[in-house]
Protein backbone atom coordinates (compact mmCIF):
# COMPACT_ATOMS: atom_id res chain seq x y z
CA UNK A 1 0.00 0.00 0.00
CA UNK A 2 1.28 3.26 -0.82
CA UNK A 3 -0.37 6.45 1.21
CA UNK A 4 -0.35 10.40 -0.42
CA UNK A 5 -0.48 13.62 1.56
CA UNK A 6 -0.78 16.36 -0.76
CA UNK A 7 -0.57 20.16 0.94
CA UNK A 8 0.27 23.82 0.02
CA UNK A 9 -3.09 24.00 -2.01
CA UNK A 10 -4.63 28.45 -1.32
CA UNK A 11 -6.20 30.96 -2.97
CA UNK A 12 -3.70 33.07 -5.24
CA UNK A 13 -4.01 35.95 -7.04
CA UNK A 14 -3.09 35.85 -10.89
CA UNK A 15 0.69 35.94 -11.66
CA UNK A 16 1.13 34.54 -7.88
CA UNK A 17 2.87 30.97 -7.10
CA UNK A 18 2.58 28.31 -4.80
CA UNK A 19 4.56 25.16 -4.11
CA UNK A 20 2.65 21.76 -3.85
CA UNK A 21 3.95 19.08 -1.27
CA UNK A 22 3.13 15.51 -1.66
CA UNK A 23 4.44 12.97 0.90
CA UNK A 24 4.43 9.39 0.50
CA UNK A 25 4.93 6.58 2.62
CA UNK A 26 4.22 2.79 2.38
CA UNK A 27 6.44 2.45 -0.47
CA UNK A 28 7.57 -1.25 0.22
CA UNK A 29 6.85 -1.44 -2.94
CA UNK A 30 8.45 0.20 -6.11
CA UNK A 31 7.08 2.93 -7.61
CA UNK A 32 8.02 4.01 -11.18
CA UNK A 33 6.49 6.85 -11.45
CA UNK A 34 4.40 10.01 -10.13
CA UNK A 35 2.04 12.82 -11.39
CA UNK A 36 0.52 15.82 -10.35
CA UNK A 37 -2.97 15.71 -11.63
CA UNK A 38 -5.85 18.36 -11.60
CA UNK A 39 -9.91 18.34 -11.68
CA UNK A 40 -12.05 21.44 -12.46
CA UNK A 41 -15.76 21.40 -11.84
CA UNK A 42 -17.21 20.01 -14.36
CA UNK A 43 -13.83 19.02 -16.31
CA UNK A 44 -12.21 15.33 -16.45
CA UNK A 45 -9.40 15.01 -14.49
CA UNK A 46 -6.15 16.11 -16.39
CA UNK A 47 -2.29 15.45 -15.93
CA UNK A 48 -0.54 18.20 -15.03
CA UNK A 49 2.66 16.80 -15.11
CA UNK A 50 5.08 13.63 -14.30
CA UNK A 51 8.04 12.53 -13.07
CA UNK A 52 9.57 8.69 -13.25
CA UNK A 53 11.98 7.42 -11.09
CA UNK A 54 14.67 7.75 -13.40
CA UNK A 55 13.65 11.59 -13.16
CA UNK A 56 12.36 12.08 -16.59
CA UNK A 57 9.59 14.48 -16.78
CA UNK A 58 6.70 15.35 -18.90
CA UNK A 59 4.08 18.47 -18.47
CA UNK A 60 0.75 19.27 -19.96
CA UNK A 61 1.14 21.89 -22.97
CA UNK A 62 -1.06 24.35 -20.73
CA UNK A 63 1.74 24.24 -17.63
CA UNK A 64 4.87 24.05 -19.48
CA UNK A 65 7.44 27.07 -18.86
CA UNK A 66 5.01 27.67 -15.20
CA UNK A 67 5.07 24.77 -13.63
CA UNK A 68 7.95 22.71 -12.26
CA UNK A 69 7.65 19.07 -10.59
CA UNK A 70 10.48 17.66 -8.97
CA UNK A 71 11.18 14.74 -6.49
CA UNK A 72 13.57 14.99 -2.72
CA UNK A 73 13.84 11.15 -1.97
CA UNK A 74 15.66 11.53 0.83
CA UNK A 75 12.14 13.15 2.09
CA UNK A 76 10.24 10.86 -0.02
CA UNK A 77 8.14 13.60 -1.39
CA UNK A 78 7.42 15.37 -4.30
CA UNK A 79 6.38 18.94 -5.42
CA UNK A 80 5.11 20.70 -7.94
CA UNK A 81 5.85 24.92 -7.92
CA UNK A 82 3.53 26.41 -9.80
CA UNK A 83 4.61 30.03 -10.86
CA UNK A 84 2.15 32.89 -12.59
CA UNK A 85 -0.64 31.08 -11.91
CA UNK A 86 -3.76 31.71 -14.15
CA UNK A 87 -7.53 31.37 -12.96
CA UNK A 88 -7.72 28.30 -15.27
CA UNK A 89 -5.54 26.94 -12.87
CA UNK A 90 -7.90 26.59 -10.55
CA UNK A 91 -8.92 23.11 -9.83
CA UNK A 92 -8.38 20.41 -7.36
CA UNK A 93 -4.95 19.03 -7.57
CA UNK A 94 -4.06 15.35 -6.68
CA UNK A 95 -1.03 13.46 -6.35
CA UNK A 96 -0.75 10.27 -8.74
CA UNK A 97 1.97 7.32 -7.55
CA UNK A 98 1.84 4.23 -9.66
CA UNK A 99 3.36 1.30 -8.66
CA UNK A 100 4.99 -1.66 -10.64
CA UNK A 101 4.90 -5.44 -9.37
CA UNK A 102 5.96 -7.84 -11.73
CA UNK A 103 3.34 -7.15 -14.54
CA UNK A 104 0.68 -5.08 -12.97
CA UNK A 105 0.93 -1.71 -12.40
CA UNK A 106 -1.29 0.13 -9.66
CA UNK A 107 -2.42 4.00 -9.11
CA UNK A 108 -2.67 5.71 -5.88
CA UNK A 109 -4.08 8.86 -5.53
CA UNK A 110 -4.52 11.34 -2.53
CA UNK A 111 -7.38 13.18 -1.56
CA UNK A 112 -5.98 16.25 -2.91
CA UNK A 113 -5.46 19.75 -2.25
CA UNK A 114 -7.13 23.21 -3.57
CA UNK A 115 -6.19 25.93 -5.58
CA UNK A 116 -7.92 28.74 -6.24
CA UNK A 117 -6.50 31.34 -8.55
CA UNK A 118 -8.83 34.96 -8.28
CA UNK A 119 -8.31 38.27 -7.71
Known amino acids: QVQLVESGGDLVQPGGYLRLSCAVS????????MGWYRQAPGKQRELVAG???????NYADSVKGRFTISAENAKSTIYLQMNNLKPEDTAVYLC?????????????WGQGTQVTVSS
Open 96 to 108: NARTLVGVTSTDY
Open 26 to 33: GTEVRIYA
Open 51 to 57: ITSRGLT
